[in-house]
């Protein structure tokens, strides 16, 4: 969990699955659903492909998908 980049809002996901954007900080950071749909008009009016999250994106992992070993 973490709040959304756009919004602020503090949401659960897979971090492996989550749509993100390094625009407002310079690193990847999580895109709530919510703020997905308020882009994607924007986004298919400025050319370019909606954004269409993993059916997954917004559910939890389990913990040892993160493991790095």
Do not use: Q
């Not at 969990?1 to 659960?12: D, H």
């Not at 749509?19 to 370019?48: H, Q, W």
């Amino acid at each position: 969990m973490s709040p959304c980049i756009g919004c602020g809002t503090v949401f659960s996901y897979n971090p492996m699955l989550v749509p993100s954007c390094s625009a407002v900080t310079g690193k990847r950071e999580p895109i709530c659903a919510d703020c997905v749909e308020r882009v994607n008009p924007m986004r298919i009016k400025n050319g370019l492909e909606p954004i269409v999250p993993h059916p997954d994106a917004y559910e939890p992992c389990d913990e040892s998908v993160l493991s790095n070993d």
